[in-house]
């Protein structure tokens, strides 16, 4: 491939990615950044490892593109704690050639391309392509993933509608049928009975059509961005699922100590996210059939940060697979009732689309999800 159709290629995997460059020599600092931003949507750069750090950690990055050798922490401790802090990050490593013994440690922590000194421009091309279409698969791949998870929110759904229009449908049924014995008494149309009884029945129906515009409402998806509260995302949630909580016998409690606006899709994260961690409680209370079956929602903060908990006492996980819920394909359920996506997908679009993290820890004989934003 040559360097046009490879520059072409950069710029249609590129053109939506966020890339944190640490560099601390300024004339290559500059003159790389000036490169990356004519691909990139965003070029944020650091002349040290420390003020990457904070960067990262304050932001949300496709790429991170670092030197070895910087004052402060080196490149090999930026990627330490990079990838401690989120494993599957691509990281890319600038390196002279007398840096080679490094290059075992960062192979080890995972890094994906390294880019020899003095950069060539054709070289770095390359490596940026090579990391921008991995990302723009696994970013595809997970798109498809979420239209799995959407149909099993799709059958919440629908069994929400199910029990909203069984009784008026039973109701509708019942004034059918008596319809001809009220409205004809002594063999004469009673015509104010039948008016009373078609406006009962134009009642239920407004009603099953309320219902459908409210599950339309709480469930309309939007691809664009918006302020959003916390509390009404999860409230969402609660909407779809609170007729199969009551009818289950399952205590719901709220514990809403503060409410935040978050940036982002609300549908995605009050479907995606909090909607599996409930579906996934009822799951387990369900199976488990413990004493006073509930699950506690509590929004509060940590470090002025919002922190979200959702803790159901259908018993606890055994602490050899706790820490593999969020693998794809890992499930505790039995094939026919579950895929193993729903935690895997939550967790990647907490940390692509919020920057957050999400952990699980077994807690008085039942399990408690932590999203931290």
Known sequence: MNEYAIKDELQRHAKDMRVLYAEDNEDIREDIAAILKKFFDVVDVAEDGDKALDMYEAGCY???????RMPGISGIELTRAIKALNPEQAVIITTAYDDHKYMHELINLGVDKFVTKPIEILTLFTGLLHVTTRISYRKAHITDMLAVVRLSAMNEV??????????????????????????????????QTLVNSVDNMMKLIKSMSQTIDEFRQHCKS???????SIVSAINDAVFIVEDTLSGNGINLIKDYETDITLEGDKRR??????LELL??????????KPDNPHIKVLVTTKDNRPVITVFNNGSSINDKIINKLYEPYFSTKSVASGSGLGLYLAKMMLKLDFNGTISSVNVDNGVEFRIEL
């Open 222 to 228: 939007t691809d664009t961005k918006e302020a959003f």
């Open 158 to 191: 629908l069994s929400g509608i199910a029990h909203h229009w069984r009784q008026p449908l039973s109701a509708l049924g019942m004034y059918a049928q008596e319809l001809p014995e009220i409205c004809y008494m002594n063999g004469q149309l009673d015509i």
């Open 269 to 274: 994260f009050s479907n995606v996210l909090i």
């Open 279 to 288: 579906c996934n409680g009822i799951d387990a209370l369900l199976t488990e």
């Open 62 to 68: 496709d790429i991170v593109m670092s030197d070895i």
